[in-house]
């Protein structure tokens, strides 16, 4: 493909010496596979008491930080991460079952941060992901918080997703199409509440009042 494959490795400090340990054998496969790693070592439960974030959403913020930095610092041009289908498939129920509107239901996209952040599984299943897995030996840690229930995600993860694949085992499919046609209505949809938009001097938002309330909505999201 042309291109240089780096490591990029964050210790999150919220698994004590399981954690360590899973970082210290990435570090061992990188050395052994001559991949250039850069780690960081980070204090997550501290950093989310303070700024009032749950445990799982201030790790998710530090990480990306992590991933800013290495961008930033020249160590690589583009993060790839491990998210598949089935974390999409996870994601678009929990921001259901919390109340989410259109724009919060496209699942995981393919890219973020004007492709900064890319995801070269996202249309690929955990189930496909493991069967390579087996196939080709690749040996791998799993971090035992994946299965502790008492967060949201990993309940819907362990709990509900396997009745509904039981029953429906297209599902993950069905769904990551539901989220690329509700991407690009809400790529169409966000152009129209701009178009919605005017500005004065000082840089006060004015919102069109003869507009739909869904693009009147969404209009105000982007002024605020």
């Known amino acids: 493909l042309g291109i240089t494959v780096k490591a990029v490795n ?9 954690s360590v340990k899973d970082s210290e054998f990435v570090a061992d496969y990188c050395g052994k596979n001559g991949i250039e790693l850069k780690s960081y070592k980070l204090d997550c439960k501290t950093f989310s008491e303070e700024q009032g ?11 990306y930080s992590c991933f800013n930095d ?43 941060d004007n492709g900064r952040i890319i995801r070269p599984l996202a249309k690929i299943s955990k189930r496909d992901i493991d069967e390579y897995i087996e196939k080709n030996n690749v040996p791998f840690v799993q971090g035992e918080t994946n299965f502790e229930n008492a967060y949201s995600r990993n309940y819907i993860r ?44 000082s ?22």
């Open 10 to 18: 964050v210790e999150h400090g919220i698994r004590g010496e399981s």
């Open 53 to 63: 974030y749950s445990e799982e959403e201030g790790a998710r913020i530090a990480r």
């Open 70 to 112: 290495a961008l930033n610092s020249g160590f690589c041009v583009k993060i790839a991460t491990a998210h598949h289908l089935s974390d999409s498939f996870e994601t678009t129920l929990f921001n259901l079952f919390r109340g989410a509107s259109a724009a919060g239901v496209t699942g995981i996209s393919e890219t973020r």
């Open 158 to 201: 362990t709990k509900i997703i396997p009745v509904i694949l039981e029953r429906f085992p297209e599902a993950e499919k069905s769904v990551g199409r539901f989220c690329e046609l509700t991407e690009k209505e809400n790529d169409y949809l966000n152009s129209e509440a701009q178009k919605a938009l005017t500005a004065d001097e």
């Open 203 to 224: 840089g006060a938002y004015f919102i069109k009042t003869d507009i739909p309330d869904c693009i009147f909505s969404r209009a105000a999201i982007i002024a605020l």
